[in-house]
């Protein structure tokens, strides 16, 4: 599976678009790019995923550039409940060996009132 | 719904002592997962279970087995617990373990076991 690249943390205000970014320049054609989010204290929370096109879900959108290197998870209206770690994971779909999830560090989104 | 559902969500144990993590999900899912997760550390596959009647090891297998009593049920067990088991445990579900495309894969995790071994 690609290696992923996110910023340690951001910041945002309550109420505004939270857009985090994250870099997998080394994609391959067959991987897909999932995002989670763990609250403090809470199990992994699935959010969104996507293979080239832009996605939206009741959670979030995700956009995925044209040459699919980077990719934007986006909460469009930021509550004090999203404050999270926020995982990026790029990971082949429907074959080989990709049953672990592999969670880097992520980015620890932090939504102020 | 509940989803993935585990049992205990505390546990203090102290060094030798045995006990077993249960995990139940209502989904109907073929596949199960335990992991540990340590400070400041992303999560470690111990077991999983691709279908009921199979299990197979993770990145982390020893000193841990595991039962896949039903489709449902995944347990997960400490024969001797030491202090480098203390960790905090998820268990999770997916429809399928890889085949079926994108949505079958996706993981649904418990609240947790937070497991301290003395």
């Known amino acids: 599976d690609a290696k992923t690249t996110q910023p340690p943390s951001m910041d945002c205000a309550e109420g505004r678009a939270a857009n985090l970014p994250c870099n997998h320049s080394?994609?391959?054609?067959?991987?897909?790019v999932y995002w989670y989010r763990q609250i403090h204290s809470q199990g992994p929370q699935y959010i969104i995923h996507?293979?080239?096109n832009n996605e939206t879900n009741e959670m979030a959108s995700l956009i995925i550039t044209e040459d699919r290197k980077s990719s934007t998870l986006i909460l469009p209206h930021a509550t004090l409940r999203d404050t999270a770690v926020y995982y990026c994971?790029?990971?082949?779909?429907?074959?080989?060996?990709?049953?672990?999830?592999?969670f880097g560090k992520g980015t620890l989104l932090t939504v102020n009132p | 719904n509940a989803g993935v559902t585990q049992t205990p969500k505390f546990q203090v144990l102290k060094t030798g002592q045995s006990m077993t993590l249960q995990c139940a999900q209502d989904m109907n899912h073929n596949s199960m997962y335990w992991y540990r997760q340590d400070p400041g550390m992303g999560l470690r596959l111990i077991y999983y279970?691709?279908?009921?009647?199979?299990?197979d090891k993770g990145e982390v297998p020893n000193g841990y087995n595991v039962s896949r009593l039903n489709k449902r049920e995944f347990s997960l067990r400490l024969e001797s617990a030491a202090p480098s088991q203390t960790s905090v445990y998820f268990c999770?579900?997916?429809?399928?373990?890889?085949?079926?495309?994108?949505?079958?894969?996706?993981?649904?995790f418990g609240a947790g076991t937070r497991l301290s071994v003395l």
């Open positions: 994971i790029v990971r082949v779909a429907g074959g080989g060996s990709n049953y672990k999830l592999t």
């Open positions: 080394t994609i391959s054609g067959n991987e897909y």
């Open positions: 999770a579900s997916s429809e399928a373990l890889w085949a079926g495309g994108p949505a079958k894969n996706i993981q649904y």
């Open positions: 996507g293979l080239k």
């Open positions: 279970s691709a279908s009921e009647g199979t299990t």
